[in-house]
């Protein structure tokens, strides 16, 4: 039966496979590290592979900053049929900070990574941070359901890999590898059966057509049970309240580099998907209707806040301080998407985007810590402040901005949450967000204080950590304080992504109409 | 020049001394050289808006927007102003203040100390400047933290407790309660600009507004209304040119600043006056000077004392604001002035006390008056400058004051103003009278012996700059005027 | 397991034919169930027994890890690299009917078997690599752990 | 012809199935390891070269032979190694066969994948 | 409930049991290796519940059949299953392995460093590791923080 | 109606094998029994039509799993310790779990109807147009490689990174020869 | 006919599975696991004819071949207690 069927096509330009280069530079770049096998070649590659892909976010942010999405027919095929890339303005943002991320964080790891782990895992450690690169990159940028599974996995596997190199500094690095794959297992079982309900109602796995053919369905028992899936499923990646268990020994173990990837991009990138699919996919009507489910991710971020700050305050360690914190920044933003206008999903979007620029601050300064210092116990680190000036002030910018003093990128999220709290009406709520970033005060002070006003530690080295790991933590740290008062880029660009959202798969059909109209010109 | 040039010129000098203060950490000569030249231009740049425009508002020069609405924006209006020159002026005084009691009092961490005060000024003429709440509070914010490191400059455990409370309560409720209240202006009038009448008056049902006004009132903690006053008495551990700068020039006066910004040009006192919405916060500044007052009395730290004492004329300007007649405001703007003035007077003269004889209980001064006359003399002018006693500077506020307690129709507040004065007199006048009258054997009297020349010529200054504000309160008021929305 | 004569010729045995089927899974998966991850997988499992009877050496010594270490990557380069080359051509990622653009179906043909042949080299690769590299470390077991 | 065809391929069938249900039988009612080992081989060659040999029969001359013969040659190679290589090992690691009267092995020996009593070394 | 609905539904719950018991291995088993077996028998059941998903009663595995030439001869009278959740297990099933051999990779690790590979014993020696780092630096901080 | 019963009784194998696991504390019964379970899964995916996912499933589990499992026990230890924590919260868990699924199923669409959106949606575009458009025999090889050609680079990519993670995680410290060489030496 | 010979192996398989779980020792697993993969190749032959495909024998064709290496691993794993040759390790250490 095979009759001879010509193929025809208008010849691509390489503006037209921007989607795909974004993936594929960075996924290529990890066999041909291996391939080559050259240790020397291995960081070389991925920077320049991380620079790439980070120009080609850039340009995917400006041609979809109007509002309209580029489509990627993979293997030629139209999607339902195929599979999709899909870029609008939501996920061009995040891929555009993941990339971001990876070029800062690579300079960084050069000599974070030379100092923590045995020479010869190096080639094989950056394929593997390339492949968790790409894979979460391939987790945000595509529309289909089930390739979300694929590409998430790609990123967990290297994840785990990445964490339990911490082992070389503390065997516990194993351990709770082991236990992020456990649950990071279960999690994406979850979300199999999840997007698996789904395929059973609406015999699709494209997430617009799936959107379309879930339009009110939103009494179906099945479907309700497929959300519930996904969001837990996706709540044990993003390390939602509850769910966080993995998450304060992975980034206190992993090595510094590897930690300040994952705690800038890794939860970010899971966020981004349970907001795909609770307002495109499941459309907010649906979401409305079971609005039971808002209030328990309401309450659970509350407490997220409040427990996970709680926490931090008490520990003893720099790191792990951090990673606690990351769990209550996470519940600023889930508290975003619980109170579900644009103000709100605006708020989460900032924030993912402002605590991942933080986060990089304060982890990149943990692993200059660790270099000079030891280890990050806040006895090893008394006075370091004034013996690194440089790792200490960035310290000082990072802390500010959790908190959410004015004129940092934490400010900007606050604000926008609040403000969230008060167009809804909750005004109650506003005073517990705020009130919870006090909490925010008393642990980052701790560690100013430690830095600054304690003698130093007498085995610890004093002098300032390495050019290529102060740069990429100054680069972060002026990219919070130029985010915190110029804020055009980041606002338009998180409410261009939160209309998106909001108006749910129909907003997207009918901007794609006008979009393909355009595009037909 | 541009206004606007001058604008960003008074901003970025003491910002840029701050960069040079660090950059020559460790030449301590140019280092001071470069601060006070600094100081100066400063001065001489608010000088020069002050001549330039006079008591009108200024348009707006915006920045950059940060929301929408919502720009890092800048103009010049008679408060403001008012607080600039109090601020940029006294910087010179602190300054060459501070050059004697660092080096008198072999202080560390020097570059460090005078940075963040350069960065502590350069801050408080940007909330000085602000036109819009949101800028305030940028500035407002940084003001806090460039001065944690002041407060927490010797690094003992004493010093590190206390600055926890500073920063504890004063980031605490700015960011808990005051972010909250300029938030939810925001969302409620669209917009955070200063305007004369208040932006909130279509805006906010009648029961809400009290709550907003409490979480301004509460918010601005360096306003110091009770219960979040500790900090002040907690920052006494810092060296005392801190002390001087934050209880009179920058701090507390920013906080004032502040609460009268919120009153005038976010709430509007006419709109406060119609509803009685402030009537609360009348009485708890009312509470607020009386109990602080007595608290005062109990003190032997002369430094506590004295905190108590700015606390208590703190809540003057408070109540000036809740108050919410024309005359009880230019008052409480006037205030700013006028305390600055004395208040500053008073803790150089502790500072050079604790210079020559490391003393600081009020009980271990007696007899010292007649060893040191010149700062004692200091002492007793800004003394009776603070209780208000012509022909001094305090005693136009007060007399302002009171009369806008009259026109506001609360007679009871005049009464709760004269005892406030009874108690001023209580608390202050005895640490002259032990000073210069009683014979005590604790500090014989071995001949003049001063505190070094930095250390005394400034508060002598200061103390006439008392005198000379009792003549010159005219212009002042006249030159408040305006921010009452009456026609001159 | 030197004197297991038995074993050691139904394993010479076995190893051809096992790598035979493999071959046949990979080539004929168009036509019956199978493709290139089984193929790989079966092809690994021949030299997962192989090791088994006649011992670790002497499998690496036939299949040295250094190989193993370059086919793991080589299989994913295979299978992005036919992508690539569609991209070359000028259609999208992975388009196999660019590969004979008068006649779709054969493109498509062409596709899949240097796609399933990249999945089959890379399943070996890894499947062998995982071996080495766990059948490479000793037991820190007493005898008493038994 | 076909009937006859038939007629075999189903005596072959049943009889393997016999055989299998038989040495299955066995494998649990035996009472030790030996004797199991004994009847699994009835199940592992005997029953699986009749059923093969009468699916074979129902197919015909196809690939679909081919394919059944190849798996049964493989079954007779690999059962019968892999049973020795059972036994070899159990022999090895000494585990002897229970002999003489009263073969009731289960209660004497231990539960479990216990160590054996060594008498044999 | 009606018997046809009972039939129709039967095997998706049978298939819940078979998925929870393999979670309920996860998560209530303490060795490390039997959590990975759990997690396995979990995964196994979500693919066999996606390939219910695609069965079609009365219809035949998704591959055409050819005659002599290789040629594909089209039959309308032959139902398909559906061979999309099919690819879509395959997939999966490699993510699972993947998932079991990094897993097994890292017990063996941990193995090495705690010499256990129960729970409970690692959590003790974590816990004690935690106690000594906590006196250790907790107590050098405790006079000044 | 043969299938049926013929799944059921594959089901209750499943089920109680899998229940042995939860209760056996040797691990190599523990392995040995999984292999079974993954030789009855496949039966049972045959049933089911999925004749690849059987293979696949053949390859893996009596090839590859067994054999890791087996060299893991080898390196690490033969038997479980009896759990002494409660079950009581895993039960509640899994209870929990199981009733949102179970809930799931109520709306779900009848076992094997040829009507479920699944059916309708986008199989008859892979069974009927992959003849012209692909030409292969094997439907699902031909989504496999070429419609969703990109899940499958992803799935080589995941093998890939369990590949270099084993190596990354494995690498280190004990190498075989080179402890042969301490030994000698 | 064929449906027969499918009950017939059921019985056997649940018979087989018995003695696995009942052990008492490791050979009578190994014993039963390897007739249980012979059952499940037959088995799976069957069953192609049984749906009347009997054109996908591969899989239990790759049983065939298969199932023998995981019991040569088993045995290979009780006898020297490893994946690897440790024979020589052992005899360094002795």
């Not at chain 1, 095979?2 to 989607?19: F, G, K, N, Q, S």
């Not at chain 3, 899974?25 to 009877?53: K, T």
């Not at chain 6, 809930?103 to 986008?122: E, I, K, R, S, V």
């Not at chain 6, 094997?138 to 799935?155: C, K, M, P």
Request: charged residues 10%.
């Amino acid at each position: 039966m095979a009759t001879a069927v010509e193929v025809h096509h208008t010849a691509l330009t390489l503006r037209d496979h921007l989607p795909i280069l974004q993936i594929l530079i960075p996924f290529c770049t990890a066999p041909l590290i291996v391939f080559l096998g050259y240790r020397s070649l291995a960081w070389p590659m991925a920077f320049i592979s991380s620079l790439l892909s980070l120009i080609i976010a850039t340009m995917l942010l400006i041609q979809v900053s109007d509002g309209s999405y580029i489509s990627y027919h993979l293997g030629g095929w139209a999607p339902p049929v195929g599979i999709e890339y899909r870029v609008d303005a939501a996920n061009a943002f995040v891929l555009f900070l993941i990339s971001a991320t990876a070029t800062v964080v690579l300079p960084f790891a050069l000599s974070s990574v030379a100092h923590e782990i045995p020479c010869k895992n190096h080639a094989l450690f950056y394929a593997c941070f390339m492949l968790c690169v790409t894979g979460l990159m391939g987790v945000v940028i595509t529309g289909d359901a089930f390739n979300v599974f694929v590409f998430l996995e790609i990123s967990s596997l290297s994840t785990y890999v990445l964490v339990s190199q911490g082992s070389y500094r503390d065997k516990r690095a194993l351990t709770a590898a082991y236990d992020y794959l456990i649950m990071g297992t279960i999690g994406a079982t979850f979300f199999v059966i999840g997007i698996g309900l789904l395929y059973m109602t609406t015999g699709t796995l494209n997430m617009a057509d799936m959107a379309d053919r879930l339009v009110g369905q939103g009494g179906n028992r099945t479907v309700q049970a497929a959300f519930a899936f996904i969001v837990v499923g996706m709540g044990l990646k993003v390390a939602i309240y509850p769910l966080h268990l993995w998450l304060p020994s992975a980034y206190t173990y992993a090595p510094s580099a590897v930690t300040t990837f994952l705690a800038a991009t890794a939860t970010k990138a899971a966020i981004y998907v349970v907001l795909r699919f609770m307002f495109t996919v499941f459309q907010p009507d649906f979401v409305f209707d079971t609005h039971i489910l808002v209030w328990i991710i309401g309450p659970l971020a509350l407490l997220a806040m409040f427990a996970a700050s709680l926490i931090a305050i008490f520990q003893t360690d720099f790191k792990r301080m951090l990673a606690y914190s990351s769990i209550a920044q996470i519940g600023y933003m889930m508290l975003g998407i619980a109170m579900f206008s644009v103000t709100g999903l605006t708020a989460t979007m900032v924030h993912l985007f402002n605590h991942g620029i933080t986060k990089a601050v304060l982890f990149m300064a943990v692993g200059a810590l660790v270099l000079r210092a030891g280890s990050t116990f806040y006895d090893r680190i008394e006075g370091m402040g004034r013996a690194m000036p440089l790792t200490g002030a960035a310290i000082v910018i990072g802390g500010l901005s959790l908190i959410g003093v004015p004129g940092t990128a934490g400010f900007i999220s606050k604000w926008m949450l609040v403000q969230a709290a008060f167009e809804g009406g909750y005004w109650w709520l506003a005073l517990i967000i705020v009130a919870s970033s006090l909490l925010a005060v008393l642990y980052v002070w701790r560690v100013v204080e430690v830095l600054y006003l304690h003698t130093p530690h007498p085995d610890a080295t004093h002098t300032e950590a390495p050019l290529l790991m102060i740069v990429p933590m100054w680069i972060a740290a002026l990219a919070c304080l130029y985010f915190g008062l110029d804020t055009r880029f980041i606002l338009d660009a998180a409410s261009t992504a939160a209309d998106g959202l909001m108006a749910g798969s129909a907003g997207m059909s009918e901007i794609s109409s006008a979009a393909a109209a355009a595009a037909d010109h | 020049m541009e206004l606007s040039t001058l604008i960003f010129a008074s901003m970025v000098l003491p910002t840029l001394a701050m960069f040079a203060n660090l950059i020559f950490a460790k030449q301590a000569n140019l280092r001071d050289t470069i601060t006070f030249v600094a100081a100066l231009l400063t001065f001489a740049c608010v000088v020069a808006i002050a001549a330039k425009v006079g008591n009108t508002t200024t348009p707006q020069i915006v920045l950059f927007e940060v929301f929408a609405n919502v720009p890092i924006a800048f103009n010049v209006e008679p408060l403001g102003l008012l607080f600039a020159l109090v601020a940029s002026g006294l910087w010179i005084v602190t300054h060459i203040y501070a050059i004697g009691y660092m080096r008198g009092n072999n202080e560390s961490h020097h570059a460090r100390f005078f940075g963040c005060f350069a960065g502590a000024i350069a801050a408080a003429l940007g909330i000085a400047w602000s036109s819009n709440m949101f800028t305030l509070f940028l500035y407002y914010e940084i003001l806090t933290i460039s001065t944690y490191p002041l407060v927490a400059h010797k690094g003992t455990p004493e010093a590190i407790r206390g600055a926890r409370t500073y920063l504890g309560i004063l980031l605490g409720t700015s960011i808990a309660l005051q972010l909250t209240a300029v938030i939810w202006t925001y969302t409620l009038a669209g917009t955070l600009d200063f305007q004369l009448g208040g932006i909130l008056r279509d805006n906010i049902s009648p029961t809400l507004l009290p709550i907003l006004l409490a979480l301004y009132a509460f918010g601005i903690g360096k306003a110091a209304l009770m219960p979040f006053h500790r900090w002040l008495p907690a920052a006494m551990v810092a060296p005392t040119p801190v002390s001087a700068l934050l209880h009179a020039v920058a701090v507390v006066k920013a906080g004032v600043f502040t609460m009268l910004k919120v009153g005038v040009y976010i709430f509007g006192i006419d709109f406060l006056a119609e509803t009685g919405a402030s009537d609360w916060l009348m009485w708890l500044a009312a509470y607020t000077i009386i109990a602080s007052s007595v608290i005062a009395m109990q003190q032997d730290n002369l430094k506590k004392r004295l905190a108590y004492s700015t606390v208590s004329q703190l809540s003057y300007i408070t109540l000036g604001m809740a108050l919410a007649s024309q005359m009880a405001v230019v008052g409480g703007g006037v205030h700013i002035a006028m305390h600055a003035m004395g208040k500053i007077t008073l803790f150089m003269c502790a500072g050079a006390i604790y210079v020559a004889t490391h003393k600081t209980e009020i009980s271990q001064m007696t007899g010292l008056g007649r060893t040191m006359p010149i700062t004692f003399a200091a002492f007793g002018i800004g003394a009776l400058s603070i209780i208000g006693l012509p022909p001094l500077g305090g005693s136009w506020s007060k007399w302002l004051l009171m009369v806008g307690s009259a026109d506001a129709g609360h007679q009871i507040m005049i009464a709760v103003l004269m005892i406030s004065s009874l108690l001023n007199v209580a608390y202050l006048l005895p640490v002259i009278g032990r000073g210069f009258y009683r014979d005590d054997t604790a500090n014989p009297y071995t001949g003049i012996k001063e505190a070094p020349l930095f250390c005394w010529l400034p508060p002598a200054a200061t103390a006439i700059g008392c005198l000379i504000l009792f003549f010159t309160a005219g212009s002042i008021v006249d030159f408040l005027m305006p921010i009452t929305g009456l026609p001159q | 397991m030197e004197h297991h004569l038995i074993l050691r010729v139904v394993t010479k045995l076995l190893v051809g034919t096992i790598i035979l089927f493999a071959f046949y899974v990979q080539f004929h998966g168009d036509f019956s169930p199978g493709g290139g991850f089984q193929a790989g997988v079966i092809m690994a499992v021949a030299f997962i027994l192989y090791g088994l009877v006649f011992g670790l050496d002497a499998v690496q010594q036939v299949f040295p890890p250094w190989i193993v270490h370059k086919l793991v990557a080589l299989g994913v380069l295979v299978y992005a690299g036919t992508g690539i080359w569609n991209m070359v051509l000028g259609y999208e990622f992975l388009h196999y009917g660019s590969l004979n653009p008068h006649h779709m179906s054969h493109g498509q043909h062409t596709g899949i078997i240097w796609v399933e042949a990249g999945v089959g080299i890379t399943v070996t690769g890894v499947m062998i690599a995982i071996f080495y590299a766990f059948a490479g470390r000793a037991p820190r077991l007493g005898d008493d752990d038994w | 012809m076909t009937l006859l065809i038939d007629i075999l391929s189903w005596a072959c069938i049943i009889g393997g199935s016999f055989f299998m249900v038989v040495s299955a039988i066995g494998i649990v009612r035996f009472p030790d390891f030996w004797s199991r080992l004994h009847a699994a081989s009835v199940g592992d060659s005997g029953g699986m070269i009749l059923l093969i040999a009468g699916m074979c029969l129902q197919s015909g001359l196809t690939l679909i032979t081919v394919k059944l013969i190849a798996i049964g040659i493989f079954l007779f190679i690999t059962g019968p190694t892999a049973t020795h290589a059972v036994a070899n090992a159990a022999l090895v690691t000494g585990w002897r066969p229970k002999t003489g009267k009263g073969l009731i092995a289960e209660e004497n020996i231990p539960y479990g994948d216990a160590k054996p009593t060594r008498q044999g070394r | 409930m009606t018997l046809e609905f009972f039939l129709g539904h039967v095997n998706y719950w049978l298939f819940i049991v078979l998925m929870m018991t393999g979670f309920y291995i996860v998560v209530s088993r303490g060795n490390y290796v039997k959590k990975i077996v759990g997690l396995n028998i979990f995964q196994v059941a979500v693919f066999m519940l996606y390939i219910s998903i695609g069965k079609v009663t009365g219809g035949t595995a998704p591959i055409f059949p050819t005659n002599s030439q290789g040629k594909i001869k089209i039959d309308p009278e032959i139902v398909y299953s559906n061979p999309l959740p099919h690819v879509l297990i395959l997939t999966a099933i490699v993510v699972g392995i993947a998932t079991t051999s990094l897993g097994l990779a890292l017990i063996i690790r941990i193995r090495e460093e705690y010499d256990t590979i129960e729970e409970d014993d690692i959590l003790e020696i974590e816990a004690a590791m935690a106690q000594a780092e906590n006196d250790e630096h907790g107590s050098a901080m405790g006079g000044r923080a | 109606m043969t299938e049926t019963i013929i799944n059921v009784i594959l089901f209750t194998m499943l089920v109680t094998t899998a229940f042995a696991i939860v209760r056996m504390t040797r691990l190599f019964a523990v392995v040995m029994l999984s292999g079974v379970f993954s030789l009855l899964t496949a039966m049972l995916f045959v049933t089911l039509d999925a004749v690849d996912v059987a293979f696949t499933e053949a390859a893996v589990g009596a090839g590859i799993s067994t054999v890791l499992m087996l060299g893991t026990i080898a390196l690490t230890s033969r038997s479980t310790k009896p759990s002494t924590r409660s079950n009581a919260l895993p039960l509640l868990l899994v209870t929990l779990t199981g009733a949102v699924l179970v809930y799931g199923t109520l709306d779900m669409p009848t076992f094997g109807d040829p009507n479920a959106p699944a059916q309708t949606h986008l199989a008859p575009h892979y069974l009927n147009e992959s003849i012209t458009e692909i030409d292969v025999p094997n439907v699902v090889t031909s989504i496999l490689a070429s419609y969703r050609g990109f899940d499958t680079l992803g799935e080589t990519a995941v093998v890939f990174a369990a590949g270099i993670g084993v190596l990354l995680i494995l690498s280190g410290l004990r190498r075989r020869r080179e402890e042969e060489e301490e030994d000698e030496s | 006919m064929f449906l027969v010979a499918a009950i017939a192996l059921f019985v056997s398989m649940i018979l087989v599975l018995v003695r696995l779980y009942a052990g008492p020792i490791v050979y009578d697993r190994v014993l039963a696991a390897n007739l249980f993969g012979t059952l499940t190749v037959l088995f799976i032959a069957i069953l192609g004819f049984l749906t009347g495909r009997p054109d996908f024998l591969d899989i239990a064709l790759l049983y065939a071949l298969i199932n023998f290496v995981g019991t040569i691993a088993i045995l290979k794993f009780f006898r020297y207690r490893a994946l690897g040759d440790i024979p020589q390790i052992k005899r360094g250490k002795q």
